[in-house]
């Protein structure tokens, strides 16, 4: 979700943390709701005879990690994943 910082920030305090809880579920829903529909699809394109890889995702973490990292002092605005996942 997207909303100017200056509206935000000028509505009450109850009213933003509505308006954050509310956000949360929406994504919660939505991501819910995609993952069914990516699971439906998959099934389905496997029943038709398509062949799913389904790659290792911590050998890619490791891969990606020192171009990651570089990211991290070269270019982001934060330092670490830690922080990406505070926010």
């Not at 979700?1 to 956000?23: V, W, Y």
């Not at 995702?57 to 570089?70: G, L, N, S, T, Y």
Request: no cysteine; net charge neutral; proline share 3%.
């Amino acid at each position: 979700m997207m909303i100017n910082r200056t509206f935000l920030d000028g509505l009450s305090k109850a009213d933003q943390d509505l308006i954050r809880k509310a956000a949360k579920e929406a994504a919660a829903w939505a991501n819910e709701k995609m993952k069914t529909g990516e699971l439906k699809l998959l099934i389905e394109l496997q029943r038709k005879g398509m062949q799913v890889v389904i790659p290792d995702a911590d050998a890619f973490r490791e891969k990606a990690k020192p171009a990651v990292e570089e990211l991290f002092r070269t270019e982001w605005p934060v330092t670490t994943w830690a922080e990406i996942l505070a926010q």
